[in-house]
């Protein structure tokens, strides 16, 4: 709505409202009035009434068929506030739906991702292994060879400390 909300005056029939007793007309005691729709949505036929008198200054009778368009406003907006609640259970649903698949998705990936992570470590820490101990086999096999030049060594020299020493003699 915009800043030509009716007065306090205009509202004194809807139940939310604060009886305004200075603006209450003096005339016959209106009846209360029940809103039209339970949420408190739409205008009375009495809201109405006041609003053309405050605005065009023109006084509108009860049974003037004018005022059966408020009657058909306020069944549309129950219609509607009724369709816009379908509509949002609908919504809901299908929104949990998707993010229910969403989400499956989501953890079939992470668990894919982790097996694929674990097989990747498990098999890059077999390679390194394998490949350490093929690194150590052949030091092994030149720590055998320098060992054994390291004892042919020594006995050589063994063996020339001698010759000197019996050609000393």
Same mark, same amino acid.
């Given at each position: 709505?915009?800043?030509?909300?009716?007065?306090?005056?205009?509202?004194?029939?809807?139940?939310?409202?604060?009886?305004?007793?200075?603006?209450?007309?003096?005339?016959?005691?209106?009846?209360?009035?029940?809103?039209?729709?339970?949420?408190?949505?739409?205008?009375?036929?009495?809201?109405?009434? %006041?609003?053309?008198?405050?605005?065009?200054?023109?006084? *509108?009778?009860?049974?003037?068929?004018? +005022?059966?368009? $408020? !009657? @058909?406003?306020?069944?549309?907006?129950?219609?509607?506030?009724?369709?816009?609640?379908?509509?949002?259970?609908?919504?809901?649903?299908?929104?949990?739906?998707?993010? %229910?698949?969403?989400?499956?998705?989501?953890?079939?990936? *992470?668990?894919?991702?982790?097996?694929? +992570?674990?097989? $990747? !470590? @498990?098999?890059?820490?077999?390679?390194?292994?394998?490949?350490?101990?093929?690194?150590?086999?052949?030091?092994?096999?030149?720590?055998?060879?320098?060992?054994?030049?390291?004892?042919?060594?020594?006995?050589?020299?063994?063996? *020339?400390?001698?010759?000197?020493?019996?050609?000393?003699?």
């Amino acid at each position: 709505m915009s800043d030509d909300l009716p007065p306090d005056a205009i509202l004194q029939n809807r139940p939310d409202a604060t009886p305004a007793a200075d603006n209450a007309p003096q005339s016959s005691p209106a009846p209360q009035a029940e809103p039209c729709l339970p949420d408190g949505l739409g205008l009375s036929v009495e809201d109405v009434r %006041a609003l053309l008198a405050k605005k065009h200054n023109l006084a *509108v009778p009860v049974d003037d068929p004018l +005022l059966m368009m $408020v !009657t @058909i406003q306020n069944a549309f907006l129950g219609a509607q506030t009724q369709l816009q609640k379908r509509h949002e259970k609908a919504l809901a649903a299908f929104m949990g739906e998707q993010t %229910a698949t969403y989400m499956s998705g989501v953890e079939k990936s *992470v668990s894919e991702l982790r097996k694929t +992570l674990s097989d $990747v !470590t @498990i098999n890059g820490i077999r390679d390194a292994a394998s490949d350490f101990a093929a690194t150590l086999s052949g030091f092994k096999t030149t720590l055998y060879i320098c060992t054994a030049i390291i004892g042919l060594s020594a006995l050589l020299n063994v063996a *020339v400390f001698i010759l000197k020493a019996v050609q000393d003699v």
